[in-house]
């Protein structure tokens, strides 16, 4: 996973803007806040964490982390 700090501080700042934060974040889906912000900074992938944070920011998870998602292929 490649770290992406600035990705990082945007996802923040938007959720902050809708009053959520990363540890309120992680109570809700009962993980640890450090799995929440390592989802967030790219170090780790968790479908349950990025689907919680994307749902906050009503957005798609596939819009916000493009590279984790493979296209599906066509045979």
Known sequence: MKLDIGLHKQLR??????????????VEIDRSPAL?????????????????????????PEEIWPDRYGKEETA
Do not use: F, M, W
């Open 13 to 26: 700042a938007e959720l902050r803007a809708r009053g959520v934060s990363l540890n309120q974040i992680a």
């Open 36 to 60: 929440v912000t390592a989802v967030c900074q790219g170090r780790c992938k968790s479908h349950l964490a990025q689907s919680a944070i994307a749902r906050h920011l009503e957005r798609p």
